[in-house]
């Protein structure tokens, strides 16, 4: 369940592949940096990393700003 507004969404990370659900653009904005920030550092560098894995720990995230 999706909360009001739309900062809101709900990331879910599983064995089986990644979602990310939001009720407008700015929600999955927010839903795919809490994404980025769950893979290894040395990903997002900038610098050219061999034989590191784009793996993400199994979440269930559901974030909403509280006040407006």
Not at 8 to 14: A, I, N, R
Not at 18 to 29: E, N, R, V
Not at 31 to 59: D, H, N, Y
Request: charged letters at 15%; glycine letters at 12%.
């Amino acid at each position: 369940m999706l909360r009001d507004g739309p900062e809101g969404y709900h990331l879910e990370v599983t064995g089986a592949g990644m979602m990310i659900q939001a009720p407008a653009a700015a929600g999955l904005f927010y839903g795919c940096q809490t994404l980025r920030q769950l893979f290894p550092t040395e990903l997002l560098s900038g610098s050219k990393t061999e034989g590191m894995a784009w793996i993400a720990p199994a979440v269930n995230i559901q974030d909403f700003p509280r006040f407006s």
